[in-house]
């Protein structure tokens, strides 16, 4: 089963912008559909942004127009950047790996990265 790091959030305030990564530890390149989630405080995990290994791509209604998710199968890395950052957007967000066509999760979850947006 591969393991994923994120890595990349932080503190920033409304209308700025952040890149989160995710670092598996094996190449995701047959790997077909990875996926970003979040969760905030008091909430359950929800979906945010999904993409195939030919980079097709899913997005939140939340989220649409505001984050972009990319891979890098070189890198063995999919990237989340966030512009736009809203209060709500406040979670600790989480990668895995998902089922073709669906946001079901195939994976064990990892440690996250916290994302603070606040003036």
Do not use: H
């Not at 945010?48 to 998710?69: C, E, L, P, Q």
């Not at 994976?107 to 916290?114: D, I, L, R, V």
Request: hydrophobic share 35%; proline share 4%; with cysteine.
């Amino acid at each position: 089963q591969v393991q994923l790091v994120e890595s990349g959030g932080g503190l920033v305030q409304p209308g700025g912008s952040l890149r989160l990564s995710c670092a598996a530890s094996r190449s995701i390149f047959s790997i077909n559909n990875m996926g970003w989630f979040r969760q905030a405080p008091g909430k359950e995990r929800e979906p945010v942004a999904r993409i195939t290994s030919g980079a097709s791509t899913m997005y939140a209604d939340s989220v649409k127009g505001r984050f972009t998710i990319s891979r890098d199968n070189g890198k063995n890395t999919v990237y989340l950047q966030m512009n736009s950052l809203k209060p709500e957007d406040t979670a600790v967000y989480y990668c895995n790996t998902v089922l073709p066509g669906t946001w079901l999760v195939l994976g064990s979850w990892g440690q996250g990265t916290q994302v603070t947006v606040s003036s």
